[in-house]
């Protein structure tokens, strides 16, 4: 019995596109790590900037473009809320972390 050529490419394809995103995910604690040096290596420095680094930036492979778009689109739909005051406060402080960017 053999195996045709698309079902071998689409099984590859979603193989390698798993191990990229295990790789990322064991990676997070690695580029945390490593913006939190950035910015204390730039405050001892003497800068008066912050540094303008996101996480992703240390990651080794790009994350999906899909996700990343509907977490913008989420972030986006929960900051017009809480400019319109439909979210209780308590609310907005436990989502902060999600909310800011960086």
Same mark, same amino acid.
């Given at each position: 019995?053999?195996?045709?050529? *698309? ?8 193989? =390698?596109? /798993? ?8 990676? @997070?604690?690695?580029?945390?790590? &490593?913006? %939190?040096? !950035? ?11 912050? +540094?303008?680094?996101? %996480?992703?930036? $240390? !990651?080794? $492979?790009?994350?999906?473009? =899909? &996700?990343?778009? #509907? #977490?913008? /689109?989420? *972030?986006? @739909? ?8 439909? @979210?209780?406060?308590? +609310?907005?402080?436990? !989502? ?7």
């Amino acid at each position: 019995m053999r195996t045709p050529l *698309r079902k071998l490419a689409r099984m590859l394809t979603a193989w =390698k596109e /798993e191990q990229e995103q295990r790789a990322n995910y064991y990676s @997070i604690s690695t580029a945390k790590l &490593a913006q %939190v040096v !950035l910015q204390t290596a730039n405050a001892m420095g003497g800068s008066k900037e912050p +540094v303008k680094t996101k %996480v992703t930036d $240390f !990651l080794p $492979f790009s994350l999906d473009a =899909k &996700a990343k778009q #509907d #977490d913008d /689109e989420t *972030r986006q @739909i929960l900051s017009k809320m809480i400019k319109s005051r439909r @979210i209780p406060t308590h +609310v907005i402080a436990a !989502l902060s972390p999600y909310i800011t960017p960086g």
